[in-house]
């Protein structure tokens, strides 16, 4: 599922008919002529992780009994998801085993990570087939790995470099003007939510849908830039329609 597209950039524009610094333009550029623009953007990820728990038990007179009972649905748990691709490592056993009055018990969790939500549906279809109600299956926990929040961090930043330099552009056009290079750009607010800032209110209802966890899950980011760019004098139209 991607990001929807961002929305218009806000943005406030200016020519500047101040002295330029010393040493600053190429022999194209007019001194002292600049357009200074600000302009945002707005982009959202979906979760790329989802952590799955899944719960197995047995209650024996005989304590071999119950851990052979559990061990059994453990092994083929581990089996059915290394057999469809998920990893080793993203596998992990909790046991626990106890005396209950006469009786032993043993309980056992199993965490499953999954890269490939349409994978994960996938395994927990054929447990909850083949284990039927000897197994409990909690509803999947969606969230971002830090190197997608990364991700979301950088792109927003340059969407709303890209969107402010467009716009810079138009202001240059609308006076027939050629847009020179970036003086300064500047980051002047960023915001974050939604993701692993709420990622909380995914488990706070067992009604809600696959699709609604993971629209709840979903983090967002918007950037605001401030940038300062030459302005070159007339636009060379025959390299416009070239």
């Known amino acids: 599922m991607a990001p929807p ?3 218009p950039s806000r943005v406030f524009a200016e020519l500047d008919p101040a002295q330029a610094p010393e040493g600053r333009g190429g022999p194209a550029a007019l001194p002292g002529r600049e357009v200074h ?15 799955v728990s899944l719960r197995v038990g047995s209650r024996k007179e005989a304590a071999a009994e ?10 083929y748990i581990a089996h059915s998801a ?7 490592e993203n ?20 965490c499953i990570i999954f890269s490939d939500f349409g994978q994960m549906q996938n395994i927990c279809n054929l ?3 083949k284990l039927g109600t000897s197994i409990i299956i909690n509803p999947p926990h969606f969230y971002h790995t830090p190197e997608a929040i990364d991700t979301l961090r950088r792109q927003v930043c340059v969407t709303a470099v890209g969107n402010t330099r ?12 050629a847009l020179g290079k970036p003086l300064l750009i500047k980051e002047e607010e960023t915001k974050e939510w939604g993701g692993y800032i709420d990622s909380h209110l995914s488990q706070s209802a067992d009604s809600l849908t696959l699709q609604e966890r993971i629209q709840n899950a979903t983090a967002y980011a918007s950037c605001r830039v401030f940038a300062v760019f030459e302005i070159k004098g007339k636009e060379n139209r025959r390299s416009k329609l070239l």
């Not at 290394?82 to 080793?88: F, I, K």
Request: proline residues 6%; charged residues 30%; aromatic residues 4%.
């Open 66 to 75: 119950a851990r052979s009972s559990v061990s059994r649905r453990l092994q």
């Open 82 to 88: 290394r057999q469809r691709g998920v990893p080793e």
């Open 37 to 51: 623009v600000s302009g945002s953007a707005e982009l959202s990820a979906l979760p790329d992780r989802a952590r």
């Open 166 to 177: 467009r716009k810079a552009q138009d202001v240059c056009r609308l006076f027939g003007q």
């Open 127 to 129: 447990l909850t087939e």
């Open 91 to 110: 596998i992990t056993v909790t046991e626990d085993f106890s005396r209950v009055e006469s009786t032993y018990q043993m309980e056992a969790e199993v």
């Open 5 to 7: 597209a961002p929305p």
